[in-house]
């Protein structure tokens, strides 16, 4: 199939799609979302729902603490070793890199930024949040395992900030996902940040960071407020 | 005597070929085959000759005596008679087949007729 | 430039047979096939007076029958290769001199004919000259009479009668025990007389008749198949 | 007993007498004919039965006196056996062409009827200017016959003929007149008696006659004619006259070839040669059916002709070989052309049509075999007897040309064979039956089998075959209407049967061989079980290659292991071209293993010569030219193992083959290779050979071999060629394994076959199962499958594990022993490139088990089932046999060792315990396969403890930086994954073999199509290469 | 006698785990230096590990993701229980562990074990980095194999033996029986080869790490993520004792295992600091030209 022969049917499925919508007053949901069929090697038909078959999609469960000593030895690890995952969700996330350089140095505190969120525990919301971005974000989040802490950089995450009316984007991050530590300012400076990672410690030794179990506490309460903001929602309810 | 005829028997030889191999013409061709053909009886007949023959017929009491003698050789000329009918054979079965291949492509030249080759 | 390429091969085929040409130098004598045929005894065996003949319908008289049986074979050939017979043709009427002519000359012709082949042990000629001279009669009678209507059914069955009294002929001898085509299987008869030569006269007759058929067969065939164009 | 000369009196007669039969009776005329033939053949076969049983050889004398004053005939032995045979060919022809002669008429039904007398007269006379009359008669008869049905191109043809054979018939009689003027006879005998060549135009003469009865027999180049009247005239007549009248002609030259003396050997001879090899080049180019059997037909003339020229150095052995080509060509030329006429398809590339009645697809397969010369033909034994007498001789550019020539018919044929098998069929009109042409064609096939049985009981080496295993595959071939639950059960019973009652007789090293194929055998037959149907034809040919098989094993003579080989390549054949795209392979499998087979016939031939024994001893002790004598045996079996350069046909045969089919050929099939090249090596005189080059050179091609196999096999995109691929490397390590010649090296080598044959079972084996479940060879099409199908995945991770050679698993016995041997030998850069294709390899192993199994799963592969429950017996039942072999490697290492040691016997190789001991290293099997074990599984543990929590999650659960994937095609990475390796390694991978191939094969056919152009189709031409050949054949024989 | 040595071999194990996490964090910590920062504290893979494996929830996508940390761990650990680790003159001494199991044959080979099964479980982790980075790694590995086997083999016919503990034992004496000056070149194509069997920088494109994620680790977290790093530690220092072995004249004691290692890996290190990245192709052609020939003159001096 020629490129060209490619775009016409994409568009054509678009149309299709968004006619349908309208008709029949449900969502829209993107042409490659919707129900699909395949043939099967023995000839048989399949039907393929995208959004659930792929996924496993199941609640996220609280995942209660370890007794006395070891979760306190745990804790004290996961406090001196928290690895950032490398995700720049927002104009804030240029405070990041110097975190690296010399002059700020995050690795003697045990900080260090990892390429993926299987195997990170914090997540920097670096600066505003497009409800476009909010989808991935919460996705990336679901996909850490627990425990897991997230630091809101900057004011736009805790009201808003000079985006609180914007359309596109939102303005408290923690109706959406559980902020562990809120470091204020527009933006505030890498040294700020260094800051919030020693507030994270603190709380993570002090046993306080258990944000991820209120997360699978309130899950209807977060879904339903992400659902609420994200109109073309395709994924599963929570993402492992 | 002889040399003369078997001289003209191979030169009717060598014209039939000549025919045969350059006429276009299909009866061309096959007048080229007979004139071959009669070129090699006449080669053939000139084998029989003996100086001093005569003809094998004992029609005269002196030929019944020592007949080897005085006759020439009567088997080429046995041959050649067969010979004959056989090309005569061959050569009306050669005007038959141009008669029909003319039917065929209204032609009667050879090159017309190369529909198998290769 | 395909004639020089002809006449070069016919060049390298002229050396081919030149050494044939070059070693030929007449021949002084008869071969020993042929003083055995001349010699008395055998020439009193066979009693023929043509020694051609002799050589023709006994000593090789199965080449005679090879040969036969080819003009049967062409006969028979043609006869199916040509059977489509196209129209009739109207032809400018001949002159009435001609077909006088024709009507006082065939029966001659066809006479010298017979006398040809049954004389075939006596002189020069056989079935195949005779049979031949009966055709040219035929020829003329189509020529003379091109509308006149013609049996060939006629010298078909003479045809293969005379093929199955030479074959039978021929296998009598041996059914005898004398030897396929032996003419020892009729009276050897008087030397130089018609009635000679034991079963060659027979033989030449039927060859005769028979190759006469077929020839005629042959430009029956030949003429009603010719179409006006 | 009635004389022979009766025949004329019957043939004429009742041509005579048919004159009489009224025009509309014509079925009474036909039948007459008929009777009239088979009352002849009846006359004939009496006399072939009295003399055979002791009867002296009649003369019979015409005219009452004796030759050379009279005519005369002969009917001895050759002629009562060549007129029965024209006879019985004129009457079945006669049958094939009722309907047509009947239609025709009187005088067609007359024509035919001399035609077949002029035959035999033609066959008996000794009396040269009577063979030129009855020559006339047939060639007048078949100008006849030739437009029996009328065409525009048969009247064309016809006229050619005549023209041709008319200037032949002139060029005859002037021979003969000659003859007759220097020698005073026309007997045959007394021209022999006078001796004319000796004289200056005496010699001219003789080649004149022998000129024209040359190309009588339609001789290369000078017979465009003879092909106008194959292609031209109607079926029926293309027969006789590639059957019958060729071989009256061919006797005709036998004759005169004695009148002709002892220096018209060469001559005809190198004539034959000429024709053979020429006309079967020109034959590639062919596309018409008949004009092909026309070629065919020439070149088999040709290859008469060169035994007839030989006659002297094949001595008593002349008739034999002379008739068993004979009658091979006899009776299946004129079964083709039968067919031809039958299936009326011109162009071969429409004989697809053949097919739709697949008896008519083995009768056609029967004749083919049968020209090419394999088991059990008549032309197998006599091939066979002729190479070896010509080597023998030491007349070796003989035996080149007579080879190179077959190559290149088998290469039309199996084409053409390839298309009736393969090609589209679905628009071409089914061809109507009618039984008198059908019966012909069966009873020639038929004949054909039984001439060979007989064929082969005439010398003590045929008759020493043991034709059981072929009976057996006759009898599947009757039941061949049975289900295959049914066919199966008795294929596998008959197979574990006769394994059990010869495995006593066998010695070890050919009981290993013997184990893999019959026990491999079943083992793949057990997945036949998964099939459905009757799936015809698959039994018979499977079966055929396992009779093949044992017969290479037991084989007792050289005759008997050739006489396998040919069965077994045959059997293979059937069974790769099954495959759906597998036309091209199959057809390259053939060249390649007809090629390979030649080059073993001309070894076992030098084997052969100077022993004058056939026992397979001989290869033992080959005295003739032995370097080339064990180079070309090694090139022989090398083309069944797929060494680099011989291997071009082995992925698409391999890879496109049915899935239980691929095991076969690949596991167990691949093997007889090895044991070829085995048996070669051991005549070599193991350690201290007297030709150390050779071995050296199979080191490095094995080495090569495995480099390049292993490389191409990571850029497959196809898993059965992959796996196709990986064969020929693996092929390459045995090959090397075995060139070592030494102990360890053929430890190794044998450690090596085990293997393979195990792991590649295993892999093929799941892999087709897989195939039959997701109905693609792509691997990029799959993926995910571990979920389906986590049997098969097991399988194949066991497989790979053991293939790649990583410890505990059997694999690396292999590579451990050849390590020791390498450098025990000092092959240092062998065995460097050995290690770096064993890394190359383990390249094409994960994307083997990663695309298929691993990463994400298609969605139309949502619901497929794990593979069939009768694929997982032969399956498991193998991973036993390799995990087995992995945990207690001397059960099979120390046996192996015992053979290894009959012709290596210095112990390198000692065992202590469960530890193996050489100079070099060490290796405790069992102990290192015990501390793995342990270690996995104490951290397995481990792992289980602390996740045991675990949440199991679906294929989209990934971490994709925030987004989902939105198909799995798009996420699988499967396609093109070597991309990096490739740009760094694209060298190595230009296909330089094939190319090289293609070249020799474009090269073979441009030459065909540029000197066939010298068949202008013009009449006139062809009359010029008439004179030509006279003249060449002068200037050549004579000299100016 | 099996039971202690069993004891030996993994008091072995436990060292050189604990010492492949120091030297990691060592040279992280030099890193940290060379560029002016303080960097991570000593201890720091330790932490890292604990808190992998104290992790609250994981997942698995099937039973081969689950066993590729495993193989990978096997593999790891099995390559030490055939390694003899210290001369000490006696073949059958306690650190030469299980090495009396097979030779360097087995060890070369076993070196592939872990490799497959971390292929296999990455694959069915599903993610399409996994999967490049390992057809990255496969192809550069067979690539790094062939002068490396040159260079072995050619240290073989020196010594004429593939027995690990025959070659160390030769190498004693003092560095001049070192293969390191006994045979250059072989001595040269290892150390070459051996900077791609350390996967560094310029070739790490297996992890190429913000290139495909981390490749074939992308989908691992947890205990799995524990397991490899253990794995990782162990193959490091492994690797280095390989070559240590073959060319560095081996070790006597522990202390000059850790000083010797140190320096080895020390070696792909700094190669790795001063080197960018290469990609597939660049790597893989790199090694067919100067290691290979080193690696072919290594075997033409010493076959002829």
């Not at chain 3, 040409?21 to 071969?31: D, E, Q, V």
């Not at chain 4, 009452?64 to 009457?91: C, D, H, R, Y």
């Not at chain 4, 992995?886 to 112990?907: E, H, M, R």
Request: aromatic share 14%.
């Amino acid at each position: 199939m020629s490129e060209k022969d490619m775009n016409s049917k994409v568009s054509e499925m678009l149309a299709r799609s968004e006619a349908n919508a309208k008709n029949s007053g449900k969502k829209f949901v993107r042409p490659e979302d919707e129900e699909r069929e395949v043939v099967a090697p023995d000839g048989s038909i399949i039907k393929v729902n995208p959004i659930y078959d792929y996924f496993s999609g199941a609640r996220p469960e609280e995942e209660k603490p370890r007794n006395g000593i070891v979760e306190k030895f745990l804790n004290w690890a996961r406090a001196e070793s928290i690895w950032v995952l490398g995700f720049g969700t927002g104009c804030g996330s240029i405070e990041i890199p110097p975190l690296v350089t010399p002059r700020f140095d995050m690795f003697r505190f045990g900080v260090q930024m990892r390429p993926t969120p299987r195997q990170s525990n914090a997540f920097i919301i670096s600066g505003y949040l497009s409800v476009k971005t909010l989808k991935r974000v919460i996705r990336t989040y679901e996909q850490m395992p627990s425990p897991k802490y997230v630091l809101a950089l900057g004011s736009c995450t805790i009201n808003g900030g000079m985006y609180y009316d914007s359309y596109s984007t939102i303005n408290r991050l923690d109706h959406y996902i559980p902020v562990d530590v809120y470091i204020a300012g527009c933006m505030p400076r890498p040294e700020a940040l260094l800051a919030g990672f020693g507030k994270l410690k603190e709380l993570i030794k002090a046993g306080k960071a258990e944000k991820a179990n209120e997360y699978a506490r309130n899950f209807d309460w977060y879904k339903a407020n992400q659902k609420k903001i994200v109109k073309d929602w395709n994924m599963p309810d929570y993402n492992w | 005597m002889e040399y003369i005829t078997i001289t003209t028997g191979f030169l009717i030889i060598l014209a039939g070929l000549w025919a045969i191999m350059t006429r276009k013409n299909l009866i061309r061709i096959i007048i080229g085959f007979s004139l071959f053909d009669t070129g090699i009886h006449i080669v053939m007949v000139s084998m029989a000759f003996v100086k001093g023959g005569v003809a094998p017929i004992l029609d005269k009491k002196e030929l019944l005596t020592d007949t080897a003698h005085k006759i020439v050789d009567p088997v080429p000329q046995a041959l050649v008679l067969t010979a004959i009918v056989i090309g005569l054979g061959v050569t009306a079965l050669m005007l038959a087949y141009a008669m029909r291949l003319h039917q065929e492509k209204k032609s009667l030249d050879i090159e017309s007729f190369k529909d198998l080759k290769w | 430039m395909k004639k020089l390429l002809v006449l070069f091969i016919l060049a390298a085929f002229v050396s081919v047979l030149y050494p044939l040409y070059s070693s030929f130098h007449g021949s002084t004598g008869l071969t020993e096939v042929s003083q055995f045929y001349a010699s008395k005894e055998n020439i009193e065996k066979v009693n023929s007076q043509n020694l051609v003949t002799a050589v023709v319908v006994t000593y090789r008289g199965l080449d005679t029958l090879g040969e036969v049986t080819i003009l049967f074979l062409t006969a028979a050939i043609i006869a199916f290769f040509l059977k489509k017979e196209s129209d009739k043709r109207t032809l400018r009427k001949n002159s009435e001199i001609f077909k006088t002519a024709a009507k006082l000359l065939i029966p001659i012709i066809t006479m010298l004919g017979i006398y040809i082949f049954i004389n075939g042990h006596l002189t020069p000629g056989g079935g195949f000259q005779g049979g031949a001279v009966i055709a040219s009669a035929v020829i003329l009678m189509f020529l003379a009479f091109p509308n006149m209507e013609f049996s060939h059914k006629f010298f078909e069955s003479l045809e293969s009668v005379s093929g199955l009294v030479y074959v039978g002929l021929a296998a009598f001898g041996a059914i005898l025990g004398l030897g396929f085509l032996d003419n020892a299987i009729l009276p050897l008869g008087k030397f130089g007389e018609l009635f000679s030569a034991g079963a060659i006269p027979v033989i030449y007759s039927f060859v005769g008749l028979k190759v006469g058929a077929e020839l005629s067969n042959i430009l029956h065939k030949f003429k009603s198949v010719q179409a006006d164009n | 007993m009635i004389s022979p000369i009766h025949i004329l009196t019957i043939g004429l007669g009742g041509a005579f007498a048919l004159g009489f039969v009224p025009k509309k009776a014509k079925d009474a005329a036909a039948v007459l004919m008929l009777a009239a033939i088979a009352l002849m053949g009846v006359l004939t076969g009496s006399w072939l039965i009295g003399l055979i049983n002791g009867e002296s050889a009649q003369q019979i004398f015409t005219a009452g006196f004796k030759p050379p004053f009279s005519i005369n005939l002969l009917m001895g032995l050759n002629e009562s056996v060549l007129t029965t045979a024209v006879n019985f060919i004129g009457l079945l022809g006669g049958i094939y062409l009722y309907r047509n002669l009947k239609e025709a008429g009187n005088h067609a039904v007359m024509v035919f009827l001399i035609f077949i007398m002029g035959l035999n007269v033609v066959i008996m006379t000794r009396d040269i200017f009577n063979l030129f009359v009855f020559l006339e008669i047939v060639s007048i008869a078949t100008a006849g016959l030739v437009i029996l049905t009328e065409s525009g191109k048969s009247i064309q043809a016809g006229f050619k003929y005549m023209l041709a054979t008319g200037i032949i018939s002139g060029v005859l009689l002037l021979g003969i007149i000659f003859a007759y003027y220097y020698s005073g006879t026309l007997n045959i005998d007394g021209l022999t008696a006078a001796n004319i060549g000796a004289l200056k135009g005496g010699s001219v003469a003789l080649l004149l006659i022998m000129v024209s009865i040359i190309l009588e027999l339609k001789s290369f180049p000078a017979n465009g004619w003879g092909l106008d009247i194959y292609e031209g005239s109607n079926a029926g007549i293309g027969a006789m006259l590639s059957a019958a009248t060729a071989t009256a002609m061919y006797f005709v030259l036998s004759k005169l070839l004695e009148m002709a003396g002892s220096e018209w050997n060469y001559w005809v001879a190198l004539i034959g040669a000429v024709s053979f090899v020429g006309s079967n080049v020109l034959a590639l180019k062919q596309r018409i059916a008949k004009r092909l059997l026309g070629y065919s037909s020439i070149g088999q003339i040709g290859l008469l002709m060169i035994i007839l020229g030989f006659k002297d150095v094949l001595g008593d052995n002349t008739p034999y070989v002379a008739f068993g080509i004979l009658f091979s060509h006899y009776f299946a030329k004129a079964g083709l052309f039968w067919l031809a006429g039958i299936v009326k398809q011109n162009d071969i590339a429409n004989w697809a049509v053949i097919r739709k009645k697949p008896y008519f697809l083995f009768l056609m397969g029967t004749f083919i075999f049968a020209l090419i010369g394999f088991p059990p033909f008549p032309s197998f034994f006599a091939k066979w007897e002729l190479v070896m007498e010509l080597v023998n001789t030491g007349n070796l550019p003989w035996v080149v040309a007579i080879l190179f020539g077959s190559m290149m018919e088998a290469v039309y044929l199996f084409r053409w064979f390839g298309y009736a098998i393969k090609g589209e069929n679905e628009n071409i009109e089914d061809f109507k039956i009618e039984w008198n042409k059908i019966l012909p064609v069966g009873i020639v096939a038929i004949a054909l089998y039984v001439t060979g049985y007989f064929t082969s009981q005439h010398t003590d080496a045929g008759a020493a075959i043991n034709w059981i295993p072929l009976f057996f595959v006759a009898a599947i071939f009757i039941l061949d209407f049975l289900p295959v639950f049914i066919k199966n059960t008795i294929a596998i019973i008959g197979m574990a049967f006769y394994f059990y009652t010869i495995y006593p007789d066998l010695d070890n090293l050919r009981l290993v061989f013997e184990a893999i194929f019959m026990i491999g055998g079943i083992l793949t037959l057990i997945a036949g079980y998964a099939y459905k149907g009757t799936r015809p034809g698959f039994y018979p040919v499977a079966l055929l290659m396992y009779a093949g098989l044992t017969t290479i094993i037991e084989a007792q003579n050289t005759l008997q292991f050739f006489f396998g080989w040919e069965l077994m390549t045959a059997g293979s054949y059937f069974l790769i071209i099954r495959g759906k795209r597998s036309m091209p392979h199959g057809l390259s499998y053939m060249l390649f293993s007809v090629g390979g087979a030649y080059a073993l016939l001309m070894g076992l031939g030098m084997a052969f010569a100077g022993q004058g024994s056939y026992d397979m001893s001989i290869i033992n002790s080959i005295s003739y030219i032995p370097y080339w004598a064990y180079g070309l045996l090694i090139v022989g079996f090398l083309t069944k193992t797929a060494a680099l350069g011989l291997h071009i046909w082995l992925p698409g045969a391999h890879g496109e083959a049915e899935s239980d089919v691929s095991p076969m050929v690949s596991a167990i099939l691949l093997k007889a290779g090895v044991f070829g090249i085995v048996l070669t090596l051991i005549g070599m005189g193991g350690e201290n050979n007297a030709y150390p080059w050779l071995p050296y050179a199979l080191g490095w091609l094995g080495a090569i071999t495995a480099f390049s196999g292993n490389l191409m096999a990571v850029f497959q995109e196809d898993a059965k060629r992959l796996l196709a691929y990986s064969s020929i490397g693996q092929l390459g390590y045995i090959v090397l394994g075995f060139a070592m010649m030494s102990h360890l090296g053929w430890l190794g080598g044998f450690s090596y076959v085990v293997n393979h044959f195990l792991y590649k079972a295993v892999l093929f084996l799941t892999i087709g199962a897989v195939v039959l479940r997701v109905k693609t060879h792509n691997m990029y099409e799959m993926g995910g499958l571990i979920k389906r199908m986590p049997l098969a995945f097991t399988a194949v991770m066991i497989g790979i594990i053991a293939l790649s050679g990583v410890p505990p698993l059997s694999g690396f016995a292999g590579k451990w022993l050849f390590y020791n041997a390498i450098l025990e030998k000092g092959w240092y850069l062998q065995g460097a490139i050995m290690f770096f294709s064993g890394g190359i390899a383990f390249m094409y192993l994960w994307r083997l088990i990663h695309t298929i199994f691993l990463g994400q799963l298609k969605d139309n592969h949502r619901n497929v089932k794990e593979i069939s429950i009768w694929f997982l017996i032969p399956i498991y039942t193998l991973l036993a046999g390799i995990m087995v072999y992995s945990v207690k490697p001397q059960w099979v290492l120390q046996p192996l060792g015992d053979i290894v040691a009959q012709w290596f016997p210095d112990g390198q190789l000692t065992w202590d315990g469960g530890t193996a001991f050489t100079k070099y290293g060490h290796w405790a099997g069992t102990a290192v396969a015990v501390t793995i074990i342990a270690a996995f599984l104490v951290v397995t543990a481990l792992l289980m403890i602390s996740t045991r929590k675990a949440h199991k999650v679906k294929q989209f659960d990934i971490t994709y930086s925030g987004e989902r994937p939105e198909r799995p095609e798009t996420t699988h990475v499967a396609y093109n994954v070597f991309e990096g390796l490739y740009q760094a390694m694209w060298v190595a991978t230009i296909p330089l073999v094939e190319k090289w191939w293609n070249k020799v094969s474009d090269f073979l056919h441009d030459t065909a199509g540029i000197v066939r152009r010298i068949y202008s189709g013009n009449g006139q031409s062809y009359v010029i290469h008439i004179v030509l050949f006279i003249i060449v054949t002068y200037f050549v024989i004579i000299g100016g | 006698m099996t039971i202690a040595k069993l004891g030996y071999t993994l008091l072995g194990l436990f060292i050189v785990w604990n010492w492949g996490f120091l030297m990691g964090a060592i040279f992280r910590k030099i890193g940290a230096r060379v560029s002016g920062r303080i960097g991570i504290p000593f201890y720091q893979p330790w932490i890292n590990f604990f808190k992998s494996v104290g992790v609250r929830t994981t997942i698995t996508h099937g039973v081969m993701y689950y066993l590729g940390p495993v193989f990978r761990l096997t593999g790891g650990i099995g390559l030490l229980f055939f390694m003899p680790l210290i001369y000490t003159g006696d073949p059958n001494g306690m650190w030469t562990n299980f090495s009396f199991e097979g030779d360097l044959i087995l060890i070369l080979y076993f070196q592939l074990f872990g490799m497959l099964g971390m292929a296999m479980g990455a694959g069915e982790g599903g993610h399409p980095y996994s999967a490049m980075g390992i057809a990255r790694g496969l192809a550069q590995h067979a690539a790094v194999e062939l002068p490396l086997t040159l260079a072995i083999l050619s240290i073989a016919i020196q010594y004429d033996t593939f027995s690990m503990y025959k070659i160390v034992e030769a190498q004693q004496g003092g560095f001049q029986n070192w293969v390191l000056f006994t045979n250059p070149f072989a001595a040269g194509a290892i150390i070459l080869a051996m900077l791609g069997a350390m996967g560094h920088s310029p070739f790490n494109l297996v992890k190429a790490p913000n290139e495909i994620l981390i490749g074939p680790a992308t989908e691992y977290e947890g205990t799995y993520l524990g397991f490899m790093q253990s794995a990782g530690s162990i193959l490091h220092v492994m690797e280095a004792v390989l070559f240590m072995n073959l060319v560095f004249g081996g070790a006597t004691s522990w202390p000059e295992l850790i000083v010797k290692t140190f320096l080895i890996y020390f070696w792909s290190v700094f190669v790795g600091m001063v080197f960018p990245r290469y990609k597939i192709e660049q790597s893989i052609t790199w090694f067919f030209k100067v290691p290979l020939v080193l690696g072919v003159l290594a075997i033409i001096v010493f076959s002829f």
